[in-house]
């Protein structure tokens, strides 16, 4: 029988669903590796007949090369799932020296909807009832002492588990981001769910001792602090991918009761199955989400490693997309060398899974700050979002392109929305206000600005912010205040955004020397690292020098310089705006003046 006819098979108390890559015992979900689960198809498809070692690998690994220790240890797996020992022959039976036969009798059930008899399946099993549980934060999990034992290894999983819980319909997911800070091991879980404004929260330890991997974890309700489900796994470390697929169903089976096709399609997605690639994204991730310039660059190193061992490990050319992105938008290399180089990255990534929401958002970045192609980035954001209704960063990202263009409505709503993915958020916090602010709403930004540094008085982009609304108030002494601030709190050797702010500041204070001072540190430090005509322009703007603004802006247009898809909304060139030729330039960058 054709296997595209066949919505499942049936042996004993399992049922197969080849489609949706999933099998069930007994109506509940039994997690397997993508290559396990290839291995116990290939296997029912062809029962009762032997298949020779060689003949399996090759239709398990479609022509690659392989070790046959990796179809040893799936068989191992399988039999484990099934409570068989290799003298058991009640569903696969081993032929000395030959290969292996599937000997159990096997049902086929033809021409029916998978989604229901997945959904009926599992509704003879049900989990519990919690409809009301609409949010989740998953914690880094606590590494215990142990020989081995790598500490980004509990971020690294809770990471995994995120990615993938993002994608389950009607449940709001906290990003990675807003979970690192409880990775203390003396944190009260319960105390953090509260904090993270969520309903439930999975916690748990980790331990690595030589090449076997301990994982406790739990899911506790925040209100009534109930143990929703429990688990522990003791696995080889080979098997991590199986852990974290078993994890991430069980979760979404207890607060989702129906999972489609495509939400189990995603729960069950390894970005790669080469353990070594895995654990160096580990710790990569650590170095992206420190955010500045070294760590983005030493992350970069990681994310090469890592194509160099699985040239298929799409997070990793996310990953490589996304620092190139950033190291353009933030004015740390040119823009000719970076985006580029990103969106190379991006369509790969796309290449390899499209289905993610992580390649369309970074093609979207380069297509916007590069390109500009306007209609190509927001119908790439657009489509993120719609892959992946929890990714906060692809709201975030399309709420500056909504900016860009002064569709401050939408712009607003979107931001808030993101907001709602990740409330905790200082860098959503902050973005709040930035619609009132490209708007010229200086009080309600300002007023957004202080909120958030009222509630971490050292982040450094509130300060940012605040300064540049301030200037724009005529409050100059208070908004060289804040651009100093955020000079000391900066981690990186130079900002010359915040400096270029704080000589325009400077300028329409009527200080012209210490504007001047400004302008000839960024001219020096062109020698040292690359420094954006843009920013230069802020200066001269701010001086009054209209002709060597607008001759910077000009040099801005023919090296893409990133900040110039601004330029329709930024305030600091609001004086130019008059210029036939600052049209020009508005409109050769895509836009409408």
């Not at 599992?122 to 590494?143: F, Y």
């Not at 990953?319 to 180089?341: C, I, M, Q, R, T």
Request: glycine share 6%; with cysteine.
């Amino acid at each position: 029988m054709d296997s595209q006819h066949v919505s499942y098979y049936e042996f004993g108390s399992y049922r197969l669903f080849p489609h949706e890559r999933l099998l069930l015992r007994e109506g509940q979900t039994v997690s397997l590796r993508p290559k396990v689960f290839e291995t116990l198809l290939v296997l029912v498809q062809h029962r009762g007949r032997l298949l020779s070692k060689d003949a399996l690998m090759n239709l398990v690994w479609r022509g690659s090369i392989v070790e046959e220790g990796n179809l040893t240890q799936n068989i191992f797996l399988l039999r484990k799932i099934f409570g068989e020992s290799p003298f058991d022959h009640q569903y696969i039976v081993t032929i000395p020296g030959e290969g292996y036969r599937f000997v159990a009798d096997v049902r086929e059930v033809l021409n029916e909807t998978s989604d229901v008899n997945v959904a009926a399946a599992q509704a003879h099993h049900p989990v519990g009832a919690q409809d009301k549980l609409r949010s989740i934060a998953v914690l880094p999990l606590k590494t215990l002492n142990g020989e081995g034992v790598d500490e980004h290894l509990g971020a690294g999983i809770a990471d995994a588990l995120i990615t993938k819980l993002s994608y389950v319909k009607g449940i709001v997911v906290r990003p990675t981001t807003a979970v690192l800070k409880y990775k203390d091991a003396s944190q009260n879980p319960l105390a953090a769910g509260r904090e993270l404004r969520v309903d439930a929260v999975l916690d748990g330890t980790v331990q690595r001792a030589d090449d076997r991997i301990r994982v406790n974890v739990q899911l506790l309700k925040i209100g009534d602090d109930t143990i929703l489900w429990a688990d522990k796994f003791d696995e080889t470390f080979t098997n991590i991918f199986a852990v974290q697929d078993s994890i991430s169903e069980q979760v979404a089976q207890v607060l989702s009761q129906r999972l489609s096709r495509e939400e189990l399609t995603q729960l069950r997605k390894s970005p790669t199955e080469n353990v070594e690639a895995y654990q160096l994204y580990i710790k990569g991730r650590y170095f992206w989400e420190k955010r500045t310039e070294q760590g983005i660059k030493k992350g970069i190193q990681f994310a090469e490693q890592i194509i160099g061992i699985d040239p298929t490990f799409v997070s990793a050319y996310v990953g490589l997309a996304d620092s190139y992105s950033f190291l353009g938008e933030y004015l740390h290399l040119d823009p000719n060398k970076a985006f580029p180089k990103a969106k190379e990255a991006a369509l790969k990534a796309l290449e390899i899974d499209a289905t993610l929401a992580e390649p369309h958002a970074a093609l979207a970045e380069t297509l916007l700050f590069h390109d500009w192609d306007w209609d190509g980035a927001e119908r790439e954001y657009r489509q993120a979002i719609e892959l992946n209704p929890n990714y906060a960063s692809a709201q975030h990202f399309y709420t500056w392109l909504l900016m860009m263009q002064g569709r401050f409505d939408e712009a607003q709503f979107r931001i808030e929305q993101a907001q709602k993915i990740d409330p905790g958020s200082l860098t959503l916090n902050t973005a709040v206000g930035l619609p009132a602010y490209f708007s010229r709403d200086y009080d309600r930004a300002i007023k957004q600005f202080r909120q958030t540094l009222d509630l971490d008085p050292d982040y450094i982009h509130a300060h940012y912010y605040l300064g540049a609304a301030l200037t724009h108030k005529g409050m100059y002494r208070e908004a060289i205040a804040e651009f100093e601030a955020h000079r000391r709190l900066w981690v990186d050797d130079y900002v010359q955004q915040a400096r270029a702010l704080l000589g325009y500041t400077y300028a329409v204070q009527d200080n012209r020397s210490a504007a001047l001072n400004v302008l000839n540190e960024l001219r020096e430090q062109q020698n040292r690292r690359y420094i954006s005509p843009y920013c230069t322009a802020i200066v001269y703007a701010g001086l009054g020098e209209s002709e060597q603004a607008l001759a910077e802006l000009e040099r801005a247009l023919r090296e893409r310089a990133a900040w110039m898809v601004f330029i329709k909304s930024d305030p600091w060139f609001d004086t130019l705006r008059s210029d036939p030729r600052f049209a020009d330039l508005v409109r050769h960058i895509g836009l409408a003046p």
